[in-house]
């Protein structure tokens, strides 16, 4: 089983300033290392999306939310890079205050198969499903559940996947899947309405989060192994 990607979200309930050019630029040079290739726009610019391939990392910044992901990623790199970068646009941007809405941590993984892609889809249905004739004729199928941990709720979703549907999740192209697989989606998350965040503290959720998250996988792996 391996992790495909590693996200975190954080919502606000209220908007920050506008993101202006010079900020951007000051962005892009503190997370890449350099400043940004490509020529800025004229107008002031809300959001800012930057594609960093050398790590492969998507850093998404708009007005009332911050998202960073990790593509096939080493988890503890991953983690501390997660956490470098929110310090890095909290103090460019001026979050601080802010009231937070939402902060999620949300983790996908493939764990592969060795046989088609129909025998699969069959296993699948007999782990989970109870036999009908509307499964049986089914060509393809997945879970939903969601769970509370503690004071989280997670969104939990499965089911066998092709490379070609798992590439949909990929914004970098190089990287490799195996030929069948299921796909496991996990994203825990809370609802911190009026309260503000500290970007110091957020490598323990994090740490917490992906722990949970990789333990539901491991239960997916183990039944769809037995």
Known sequence: MEILSLILEIRFSKNASLIVDDKR???????????????????????????DSKTKTRIVVEENRIAISVEQPDIDKAKKR???????????????????LRIGVRTQWVCPWNDSFTSLLNHF?????????????????????????????????????????????????DGQLPHDFTFIDVDRYKTEDQKTFD???????????????KSRAEETKNFLMS
């Open 25 to 51: 630029q000051k962005l892009v040079e503190l997370i890449v290392g350099e400043p940004p290739k490509d020529k800025p726009p004229d107008a002031p610019k809300i959001g800012m999306v930057l594609n």
């Open 82 to 100: 997660l956490v470098e970068i929110l310090k890095i646009v909290y103090d460019q941007i001026g979050y601080k205050d802010l009231p937070v």
């Open 125 to 173: 249905k007999n782990i989970f499903y109870t036999d009908n004739s509307l499964l049986k004729e089914a060509s393809d199928v997945g879970i939903a559940l969601t769970f509370n941990d503690g004071e989280a709720k997670v969104n939990y979703s499965c089911g066998p996947m092709k490379p070609t549907q798992g590439k949909t999740f990929l914004v970098f192209n």
């Open 199 to 213: 970007p110091t503290s957020i490598k323990k959720y994090i740490t917490d989060s992906i722990s949970y998250e």
